[in-house]
């Protein structure tokens, strides 16, 4: 699996209570050529989990971390339960696993990319967090993400409406998709969401701060435990502004002043997501996070994502704005604009 860096801010350390979940960390062999071991709990000892402390005495969060899992954020249609048997469980991964190993049809627009499997990208080569919850989401109780309201409703058909006027996501750099221009992935969060690959993070505590770095799109997030005051409604982010504090054993963050540029599930720039990270175990931690946005939804939601451990470093990510596989993108797309235009111009003759 691909990492990439940045230079570590210093070493203090963070830890945990235990909560019991359902939550199992998986080494799974790469490639994965048959069902993935049944997940099963760790043999309960009697004891609670002590985590090691930073030396000022926090909870030690840090080091490498993925939320790489085959585990969906919604309930999947014709799934009724809450938590898979173990054996639905290894199938439901070895099913995501085979398709995400198919290859593309050669010659198509979607085969003109890297081969996930031959680059160690798939999630079955790597370790991922693995779970018998048949949904990220724990609340709603039926694992959905709660319908739109009527505001989030009219919003959806203005966006819907602005891209159609804008033409098609190749028309003009403006149009194309923001992870296509490496800005910023879904794997930056707030909330921390599966990024398909490369779905690691680093985590580095100072006195006063955490910092968590993403791999995808190499983005870091300087969350202060000072309690200080969040930043007026004029300062907007990509990933909003973080502000932590602890609550026992747990690291809570709030965050809000999202810039509304890459919504979240259909979310405005009114977001608000609330982050829980505590250490269960010397390889697990366990991340659990609440949407609310009144002119989305109405009614919060939560969703628990488990960070498993892993390898590091983490190396640069290789993609940037203005990369040159933009204007590539561009011209690949009027070169064929042109071809089927002269196609057409030929079959009226």
Same mark, same amino acid.
Not at 191 to 199: D, E, L, T
Not at 249 to 269: D, H, I, Q
Not at 317 to 339: S, V
């Given at each position: 699996?691909?990492?990439?860096?940045?230079?570590?801010?210093?070493?203090?350390?963070?830890?945990?209570?235990?909560?019991?979940?359902?939550?199992?960390? #998986? =080494?799974?062999?790469?490639?994965? %050529?048959?069902? *993935?071991? &049944?997940? $099963? @709990?760790?043999?309960?000892?009697?004891?609670?989990?002590?985590?090691?402390?930073?030396?000022?005495?926090?909870?030690?969060?840090?080091?490498?971390?993925?939320?790489?899992?085959?585990?969906?954020?919604?309930?999947?249609?014709?799934?009724?339960?809450?938590?898979?048997?173990?054996?639905?469980?290894?199938?439901?991964?070895?099913?995501?696993?085979?398709?995400?190993?198919?290859?593309?049809?050669?010659?198509?627009?979607?085969?003109?990319?890297?081969?996930?499997?031959?680059?160690?990208?798939?999630?079955?080569?790597?370790?991922?967090?693995?779970?018998?919850?048949?949904?990220?989401?724990?609340?709603?109780?039926?694992?959905?993400?709660?319908?739109?309201? #009527? =505001?989030?409703?009219?919003?959806? %058909?203005?966006? *819907?409406? &602005?891209? $159609? @006027?804008?033409?098609?996501?190749?028309?003009?750099?403006?149009?194309?998709?923001?992870?296509?221009?490496?800005?910023?992935?879904?794997?930056?969060?707030?909330?921390?969401?599966?990024?398909?690959?490369?779905?690691?993070?680093?985590?580095?505590?100072?006195?006063?701060?955490?910092?968590?770095?993403?791999?995808?799109?190499?983005?870091?997030?300087?969350?202060?435990?000072?309690?200080?005051?969040?930043?007026?409604?004029?300062?907007?982010?990509?990933?909003?502004?973080?502000?932590?504090?602890?609550?026992?054993?747990?690291?809570?963050?709030?965050?809000?002043?999202?810039?509304?540029?890459?919504?979240?599930?259909?979310?405005?720039?009114?977001?608000?997501?609330?982050?829980?990270?505590?250490?269960? %175990?010397?390889? *697990?931690?366990?991340? $659990?996070?609440?949407?609310?946005?009144?002119?989305?939804?109405?009614?919060?939601?939560?969703?628990?994502?488990?960070?498993?451990?892993?390898?590091?470093?983490?190396?640069?990510?290789?993609?940037?704005?203005?990369?040159?596989?933009?204007?590539?993108?561009?011209?690949?797309?009027?070169?064929?604009?042109?071809?089927?235009?002269?196609?057409?111009?030929?079959?009226?003759?």
């Amino acid at each position: 699996m691909n990492r990439r860096s940045l230079v570590s801010i210093g070493a203090l350390v963070l830890g945990v209570a235990v909560l019991l979940s359902a939550t199992i960390v #998986a =080494q799974v062999p790469a490639p994965l %050529a048959k069902p *993935a071991p &049944a997940a $099963k @709990a760790p043999a309960p000892t009697g004891k609670p989990y002590t985590p090691p402390k930073t030396p000022d005495g926090q909870p030690d969060l840090q080091g490498f971390w993925t939320n790489s899992t085959y585990v969906p954020l919604e309930r999947p249609q014709g799934v009724t339960k809450e938590i898979y048997t173990p054996a639905e469980a290894e199938a439901a991964i070895k099913a995501a696993a085979d398709r995400e190993a198919e290859q593309t049809e050669p010659g198509t627009t979607a085969d003109v990319h890297y081969d996930f499997s031959q680059f160690g990208l798939d999630r079955s080569q790597s370790k991922f967090a693995a779970s018998l919850r048949t949904s990220l989401i724990i609340d709603p109780p039926d694992g959905k993400i709660p319908a739109l309201n #009527a =505001q989030g409703q009219k919003r959806g %058909a203005e966006r *819907a409406a &602005a891209r $159609k @006027a804008a033409g098609g996501p190749y028309d003009s750099v403006q149009n194309m998709p923001i992870g296509s221009r490496c800005i910023i992935m879904g794997g930056s969060g707030p909330p921390m969401m599966n990024a398909g690959y490369n779905a690691n993070y680093q985590i580095v505590q100072a006195p006063g701060y955490v910092m968590i770095l993403t791999e995808m799109i190499h983005d870091a997030r300087i969350i202060p435990l000072d309690n200080r005051s969040q930043a007026s409604q004029g300062v907007r982010q990509w990933t909003g502004l973080s502000r932590g504090r602890w609550e026992g054993n747990t690291l809570v963050v709030e965050t809000t002043n999202f810039n509304g540029r890459n919504p979240f599930r259909g979310a405005s720039e009114n977001m608000k997501v609330t982050e829980r990270f505590t250490r269960i %175990a010397d390889d *697990a931690i366990d991340y $659990k996070f609440t949407v609310e946005d009144p002119t989305t939804w109405d009614k919060a939601w939560t969703a628990e994502a488990p960070l498993a451990k892993t390898e590091g470093p983490i190396f640069e990510f290789a993609c940037h704005e203005t990369n040159y596989g933009i204007p590539n993108i561009l011209a690949g797309a009027r070169a064929e604009e042109k071809q089927k235009a002269e196609q057409a111009k030929k079959g009226s003759n």
